[in-house]
């Protein structure tokens, strides 16, 4: 294998003997921290029975089956793989009324902190029970909201705000043939297996952070210099100089025992068929789109889906709950909910195709179709970008240019240290004072050392990679003033 370079020195293309060759997003400094292994999985995806396209962004580092930080476009087939096991992990952002100089003081920081911890629990197993200031609800409204998605009921009975649902990339997911009821009938059936057993415990988690790379940030917003970026920005209701906050998270567990139980149906059907896997790989099992298989791994996308889409509006309700603790006039608007592990029925180059974002984000331009209607119609769509901490995160908007990634882009930085050489290699006592130094306050006695910002790429040459390819341009610029995180394993 090996990577040839194009006119724009941000695309190269991944050419082998006998495949159709990928296109790769990254300047030079980018390309360095593309491994063997990673490129290989590139490859076997491309290979893999129904892959029309596999694009390579800049974050992108070794996952299930294909690489995290990749498109896959198949017209035939959905691939469990390039969503992994955190079903639809997203990233939102809410923008406060509150300017930066009312958070300068740290004892005022830590006092949101307090806040935000009695409300979002995180980490591994942990849920509403967890914390005494929680959101109190049911198991039948659990149960409603994996099933029907943030719809207007859902929405009232878990306290949020259901205008915010007008600002989500999708607030709704349905079964395979377009209907709620596909899922009732599907969660009833996944009721009766052994596997889901702890379904009462996983629907205690709505309202939670997970571990690993999962974070809630507080912000402040810098938008571009530009004309066209306030614009914008006006558009998106990002304010100049105001605290926002910023979420990653998905569907915790589960989305997690979902996702686990597909790939080992998957798995056990290429066994008894006699079908090899592509590339060797037994994580890019796939389905045929149609049959039973695939409906099932739609469904049970959906209802992982769902979980993230209300998981995500019920944290931003009790981070606004909690900051009204500390300033009891504040406002908030919603600025976006986005994911980058999903599956998409979209419309690209005059054909429907099943898109596959590994973490990957979507990128649609002003005056896509999708977004008629919408308000980002002129626009395009907010992109939130997670850097890291240090390094800052970004809003960017999506171009013409990223018609040739199906329309899609990074969903973050990339890490460039797995999480067992990060804890190996990486000095605590430097990682707490570079935070201490640039006067970010955390909620962790010790920052984890596998989320340090040395385990991530560097988060400008990314951002550069994407400009230059012409994909997106940036809005904003967010600079975290605290972290909420959590040491456990990831849920991804």
């Known amino acids: 294998m090996q990577l040839i370079p194009t006119d724009n020195p941000a695309i190269s293309k991944l050419v082998t003997d006998n495949l159709p060759p990928i296109p ?5 400094a980018i390309r360095a921290t593309f491994d063997d292994k990673t490129m ?3 490859i076997n995806a491309r290979g893999a029975v129904g892959v029309s396209d596999v694009i390579l962004n800049p974050d992108a580092h070794c996952g299930y089956g294909a690489p995290i930080g990749c498109v896959m476009v198949s017209p035939t087939h959905v691939f469990p793989g390039p969503v992994g096991v955190d079903i639809k992990c997203s990233m939102s952002l809410l923008q406060f009324d509150l300017p930066a100089d009312e ?3 740290r004892t005022v920081r830590r006092a949101l902190i307090n806040a935000i911890c009695e409300r979002t629990p995180t980490g591994y197993g942990r849920s509403q029970r967890n914390v005494k200031k929680g959101r109190k609800y049911t198991l039948p409204l659990a149960r409603k909201a994996v099933v029907e998605g943030a719809s207007e009921e859902v929405c009232e009975q878990f306290g949020i705000p259901f205008e915010w649902t007008q600002r989500c990339e999708d607030s709704v997911h349905y079964g395979h043939d377009n209907t709620s009821e596909a899922l009732d009938k599907r969660l009833d059936q996944i009721l009766g297996e052994r596997y889901m057993a702890n379904f009462v415990e996983k629907m205690t988690q709505f309202g939670s952070y997970g571990g690993g790379n999962h974070f809630g ?6 938008v571009g210099e530009s004309e066209r970026a306030r614009q914008i920005a006006s558009v998106f209701g990002l304010k100049d100089g105001h605290v926002a906050f910023l979420s990653h998270c998905g569907s915790r567990g589960f989305g997690n025992v979902l996702a686990t139980e597909q790939f080992k149906i998957l798995q056990r059907q290429f066994r008894e068929w006699g079908t090899p896997f592509p590339g060797g790989d037994r994580e890019l099992v796939y389905a045929p789109f149609g049959t039973k298989e695939a409906k099932a791994y739609l469904d049970d996308m959906a209802l992982g889906a769902n979980f993230a889409t209300v998981n995500h509006l019920l944290i931003n309700s009790l981070v606004l709950e909690a900051f ?5 006039d504040v406002r908030a608007n919603f600025v976006y909910f986005i994911s980058h592990n999903i599956v998409r029925r979209e419309t690209w180059r005059d054909r429907l195709v099943m898109v596959h974002r590994k973490g990957a984000t979507r990128a649609f331009p002003a005056g896509h179709h999708a977004l008629r ?3 980002f119609e002129t626009t395009g769509h907010p992109i939130l970008l997670p850097g890291n901490p240090r390094g800052g995160s970004a809003v960017m908007v999506g171009l013409e240019g990223a018609e040739m990634s199906a329309y899609s882009i ?4 990339g890490r460039v240290m797995g999480r067992r050489n990060a804890i190996k290699t990486l000095d605590q006592k430097t990682v707490d004072s570079e935070m201490e130094t ?4 955390t909620n962790c006695r010790r920052y984890p050392l596998d989320e340090a910002p040395a385990a991530y790429k560097n988060f400008d040459d990314v951002l550069e990679s994407v400009k230059q390819a012409g994909l997106a341009e940036e809005v904003a610029k967010l600079k975290a003033r605290f972290v909420i995180k959590d040491g456990d394993n990831a849920d991804d």
């Open 40 to 42: 290989q999985q590139a």
């Open 373 to 375: 209607g919408t308000p």
């Open 324 to 328: 009204r603790e500390v300033f009891p």
């Open 103 to 105: 958070i300068r003081d």
């Open 217 to 222: 940030e507080c912000e402040v917003v810098e």
């Open 438 to 441: 640039d006067d970010i306050l």
């Open 24 to 28: 790769v997003i990254g300047n030079e």
């Open 410 to 413: 990074n969903h973050g930085a």
